[in-house]
């Protein structure tokens, strides 16, 4: 049996992309070979393919899948078998039929969420989860600024705050991806040129406890003229472009803070990447977050996936279809 998996042998476009074959790799004797249902497509990806982030070349891109359990190596102490239906998170390697991952960042779905939903769900899920309560926790009648609030994160960064009764102000590209934004969660929604006004309008000028931003270089000015006095700016992506660096004058005048968070940096090992799962499978389970599905694609179509992404059209998540026989698992 073959492999069918995605590489990227050079940083580039779209287009460098490869869909190639391997043989199904053995599983590491501490790790476990997933045949993977769906992969994840997270902006991060597009970072690293373009040379933005650096990884070590050549690569397989991807870092969630959901899917089920294929080998168990000799020394895995866990207890995963081969046909459990699990999840995992991995610095690369997703984008592919089969992948050999580590068990420390493997865990079990339920039989009541479908694969696709467990894989739209984990990364973003997990990033809002570390958002709202690491890198600015909120608390009750905080309001807010989620840029992009129609993504993948956005959306359930609008439902988690809604939750906590945290008022969200929102913005987004076009209209209807604002009713979307005010249909998940958020208080009010605008174009990211109008929210210098909204913000004043709507907090008597006095602005907004934090600004979570993934847009990057585009909202930065406004993000920062979005906060009060002492307020946080949390910078998680760079879909306009990297910030290079900020002048220490634009925080120390109104005692600003700027976060710039990682996934990775807040899920230091299997205990607290297990508490987190377990949370986001409750609350999917007790119908208190809504996952969007916005598209998905053949594994051979992630030079499409990518474009999709890139253009900043979709909304909620996009995912690989990786075995077509667990589609429906």
């Known amino acids: 049996m073959s492999n069918l998996l995605v590489q990227v042998s050079k940083t580039g476009p779209s287009s460098v992309l490869q869909v190639i074959t391997k043989e199904i790799p053995k599983p590491a004797p501490n790790g476990l070979v997933i045949k993977n249902a769906y992969a994840g497509l997270n902006y991060i990806d597009t970072y690293l393919r373009t040379g933005l982030y650096t990884a070590p070349l050549p690569y397989i891109p991807g870092k969630e899948a959901a899917g089920v359990v294929a080998a168990v190596g000799d020394k895995v102490e866990a207890d995963f078998k081969v046909g459990d239906r699990v999840v995992y998170l991995t610095p690369f390697g997703a984008y592919a039929q089969y992948t050999n991952v580590p068990t420390t960042l493997v865990s079990k779905v339920s039989e009541k ?72 969660g958020a208080e009010i929604a605008c174009s990211y040129e109008d929210l210098t006004k909204v913000v004043a309008d709507y907090t008597n000028g006095k602005g907004v406890d934090a600004a979570y931003d993934s847009v990057g270089i585009d909202t930065l000015s406004s993000s920062l003229d979005a906060l009060r006095n002492g307020g946080t700016m949390v910078s998680f992506g760079n879909a306009s472009g990297a910030i290079d660096a900020i002048p220490l004058k634009f925080l120390s005048a109104r005692c600003l803070k700027f976060v710039r968070p990682s996934l990775f940096g807040y899920i230091t090992g299997h205990a607290v990447f297990e508490g987190y799962v377990s949370r986001l499978w409750k609350e999917i389970l007790d119908n208190n977050l809504n996952i969007a599905i916005h598209h998905i694609f053949k594994l051979s179509e992630a030079k499409e996936a990518h474009d999709a992404i ?20």
């Open 310 to 329: 890139e253009s900043r059209a979709t909304t909620g998540k996009l995912l690989l279809l990786c075995n077509e026989d667990l589609a429906d698992a």
């Open 113 to 184: 969420i479908p694969l696709k939903i467990a894989s739209a769900a984990l990364l973003q899920g997990l990033t809002a989860y570390t958002l709202i309560e690491e890198a600015y926790p909120v608390k009750t009648g905080d309001t807010v600024v989620v840029h992009a609030a129609a993504g993948g994160v956005g959306l359930l960064l609008c439902q988690m705050l809604r939750a906590r009764n945290v008022h969200v102000i929102a913005t987004a590209s076009t209209a209807a991806k604002r009713r979307i934004a005010i249909k998940n």
